[in-house]
T-cell receptor, first 113, second 112 residues
Framework: SQTIHQWPATLVQPVGSPLSLECTVE??????LYWYRQAAGRGLQLLFY??????ISSEVPQNLSASRPQDRQFILSSKKLLLSDSGFYLC????????????FGSGTQLSVL | GENVEQHPSTLSVQEGDSAVIKCTYS??????FPWYKQELGKRPQLIID?????GEKKDQRIAVTLNKTAKHFSLHITETQPEDSAVYFC???????????FGAGTRLFVKA
């Protein structure tokens, strides 16, 4: 089965600072990759998804961006963090076949102060 | 795009009672409906899923039902136990299987 490595587990950043969260996947090839955000006590909001290297689809306009430099690597970035960027960020992976289940990483708790 | 509504947002039951969580979806072309359980501070994990060609699926104390006509699906947990306490998310997947859209979640408390 797939294993999702996500780091760091916890991050505290000042407003206006940059961000880089990395996610790597093991145990599958050509996965669909996803970034979700979960605000405190809220649901899972889809931010970005990628069906292949260099292919990024954005679901929510914001100051975040995503990149996929390698097949099993997905990066979430920001040039300048906002207070509203605080939340629990989850990377997820799915095999290329439709309707397969999502595997989630362990998440990054981001606090922007 | 797809929109998933989930109710209730909070549910408190006595140990041994049943719990029911309901979801509706907007895109009639969605055909895969997973349910995830998230314990505090941990990643969501799939507990059961159902595809649109099936009306009901059961796995021990957990069952899911799907009404495609009404675009409703529900999670049923019987004989609840304290370890069932968690946040539960329903979700719907679009026809391409690329995106999974989640409901807002239900926080379930099972009182011993």
């Amino acid at each position: 089965s797939q294993t999702i490595h996500q780091w760091p587990a916890t991050l505290v950043q000042p407003v206006g600072s940059p961000l880089s969260l990395e996610c790597t996947v093991e145990g599958t090839s050509n996965p669909n990759l996803y970034w979700y955000r979960q605000a405190a006590g809220r649901g899972l909001q889809l931010l970005f998804y990628s069906v292949g290297i260099g292919q990024i689809s954005s679901e929510v306009p914001q100051n975040l961006s995503a990149s996929r430099p390698q097949d099993r690597q997905f990066i979430l970035s920001s040039k300048k963090l906002l207070l509203s960027d605080s939340g629990f960020y989850l990377c997820a992976s799915r095999t290329g076949a439709a309707n397969e289940k999502l595997f989630f990483g362990s998440g990054t708790q981001l606090s922007v102060l | 795009g797809e929109n998933v509504e989930q109710h209730p947002s909070t549910l408190s039951v006595q140990e041994g009672d049943s719990a029911v969580i309901k979801c509706t979806y907007s895109d009639s072309a969605s055909n895969y409906f997973p349910w995830y359980k998230q314990e505090l501070g941990k990643r969501p994990q799939l507990i059961i899923d159902i595809r649109s060609n099936v009306g009901e699926k059961k796995d021990q104390r957990i069952a899911v039902t799907l009404n495609k006509t009404a675009k409703h699906f529900s999670l049923h947990i019987t004989e609840t136990q304290p370890e069932d306490s968690a946040v539960y998310f329903c979700a719907a997947s679009d026809t391409g299987g690329f995106k999974t859209i989640f409901g807002a979640g239900t926080r379930l408390f099972v009182k011993a």
